[in-house]
T-cell receptor, first 112, second 113 residues
Framework: QQQVKQSPQSLIVQKGGISIINCAYE??????FPWYQQFPGKGPALLIA?????SEKKEGRFTISFNKSAKQFSLHIMDSQPGDSATYFC???????????FGQGTRLTINP | DADVTQTPRNRITKTGKRIMLECSQT?????MYWYRQDPGLGLRLIYY???????NKGEISDGYSVSRQAQAKFSLSLESAIPNQTALYFC????????????FGEGSRLTVL
């Protein structure tokens, strides 16, 4: 069973628009929620991460929104650019374990 | 030079053959991981190691084995490859006591015919 469920599977956004990717989890032992970005031919790389003691974290155009009661978190990319076109993975790790469980991935395409 | 190096980058083999994928790192991290990536399934953990004497099964370890030859080296073996092991394999590293961030290699694409 998929412990972290990610949607949508693919997303097309116009340049300058907002890209939104959603994830949901069941395991309440998770306490670290990162997003990874993967370009073709490369390994995933950490983009931004959040812990459940805050509801939002922003780094430049990238924001994570976290809803602990709903067990959901999302990635928002503001002013989306063609260079943001990549596959995005949400993930979660149990407290103290540093063992990431990944979502299914979202292929994001930003049209110029 | 890459901090996490995987070899080979691409491999085509036949059903029943033994295959080894190797990973080496220069980051000085103590933790190493092997993940498998399949379209629509994301990345799934095969095995992980928190130090040289520690080996743990992940969620999909059946059909795989690993060896942690040194702190910097972690290899993944398929004793008798089968077609449904065709996938993109990633090695990753992490450091105890730091954030949960993992650092990934560039992947090894394995095709089993």
């Amino acid at each position: 069973q998929q412990q972290v469920k990610q949607s949508p599977q693919s997303l097309i956004v116009q340049k300058g628009g907002i890209s939104i990717i959603n994830c949901a989890y069941e395991n309440t032992a998770f306490d670290y929620f990162p997003w990874y970005q993967q370009f073709p031919g490369k390994g995933p790389a950490l983009l931004i991460a959040i812990r459940p003691d805050v509801s939002e974290k922003k780094e430049g155009r990238f924001t994570i929104s976290f809803n602990k009661s709903a067990k959901q978190f999302s990635l928002h990319i503001m002013d989306s650019q063609p260079g943001d076109s990549a596959t995005y993975f949400c993930a979660a790790s149990p407290r103290g374990a540093q063992k990431l469980v990944f979502g299914q991935g979202t292929r994001l395409t930003i049209n110029p | 030079d890459a901090d996490v190096t995987q070899t080979p980058r691409n491999r085509i083999t036949k059903t029943g053959k033994r295959i080894m994928l190797e990973c080496s790192q220069t980051k000085g991290h103590d933790r190493m991981y092997w993940y498998r990536q399949d379209p629509g399934l994301g990345l799934r953990l095969i095995y992980y190691s928190f130090d040289v004497k520690d080996i743990n099964k992940g969620e999909i370890s059946d059909g795989y084995s690993v060896s942690r030859q040194a702190q910097a080296k972690f290899s993944l073996s398929l004793e008798s490859a089968i077609p449904n092991q065709t996938a993109l394999y990633f090695c990753a590293t992490g450091q105890t006591g730091r954030t949960g961030e993992l650092f990934f290699g560039e992947g090894s694409r394995l095709t089993v015919l």
